[in-house]
């Protein structure tokens, strides 16, 4: 089965400055598709960023870009220039390819912005 | 994306009752996914709900408890019965993009709390 971890319970960092969390998963496929979501205190869930196993180029939205090393099965989530409206949990979730299949989610990490 | 809402937002309920908690969606879909958030947790996956056949279960959750409606192909209802205080979560459905159908998206969320 596959499992998402996320070891990094709490993070904090100062506006403006950059801030990686980090996220490993276990899987046997070799195509697969990675997910970051943030989820506010309002609690609405929030695709941050995507990856596609099969691509090898790191997937980037604006601030938020990620460094997916597929062999030692990494997808961290790197935020540039942090704003306080960056302040949620941030969880790491892995799907297999098929359609209509399941997310399986990391832990969370709650992220705090020190203005 | 899609546009989802659910209803209730937030419910106070007392325990032995049942609630039901419904899905909208702006488009046809053909699956629909039920997510549980327990307080401080990470989101684990109740069922899978496809129009006109019964919703599929994960491991640890049972129809009896869980039952789940699916009449047409933009909504869904999902009824936690007899509930325990050990049910107070936030409960969120989810669909596939229209245009990424590898991504899913998630409704606004129910919380519960059961006293």
């Known amino acids: 089965a596959q499992t998402v971890t996320q070891s990094q319970p709490e993070m904090s960092v100062q506006e403006a400055e950059t801030v990686t969390l980090s996220c490993t998963y276990d899987t046997s496929e070799s195509d697969y598709y990675l997910f970051w979501y943030k989820q506010p205190p309002s609690r609405q869930m929030i695709l941050v960023i995507r990856?596609?196993?099969?691509?090898?180029q790191n997937a980037t939205e604006n601030r938020f870009s990620v460094n997916f090393q597929k062999a030692a099965k990494s997808f961290s989530l790197k935020i540039s220039d942090s704003q306080l409206g960056d302040a949620a949990m941030y969880f790491c979730a892995y799907r297999t390819p098929f359609r209509n299949e399941k997310l399986t989610f990391g832990t969370g990490t709650r992220l705090t912005i020190i203005p | 994306s899609a546009v989802i809402s659910q209803k209730p937002s937030r419910d106070i309920c007392q325990r032995g009752t049942s609630l039901t908690i419904q899905c909208q969606v702006d488009s046809q879909v053909t699956m629909m996914f039920w997510y549980r958030q327990q307080p401080g947790q990470s989101l684990t996956l109740i069922a899978t709900?496809?129009?006109?056949?019964?919703?599929?279960?994960e491991s640890g959750f049972v129809i009896d408890k869980f039952p789940i409606s699916r009449p047409n192909l933009t909504f869904s209802t999902l009824t936690v019965s007899n509930m325990s205080p050990e049910d107070s979560s936030i409960y969120l459905c989810?669909?596939?993009?229209?245009?990424?159908?590898?991504?899913?998206?998630f409704g606004p969320g129910t919380r519960l709390t059961v006293l």
């Open positions: 989810s669909v596939e993009g229209r245009t990424s159908t590898d991504t899913q998206y």
């Open positions: 990856q596609e196993a099969y691509k090898q």
């Open positions: 709900a496809n129009q006109g056949s019964e919703a599929t279960y």
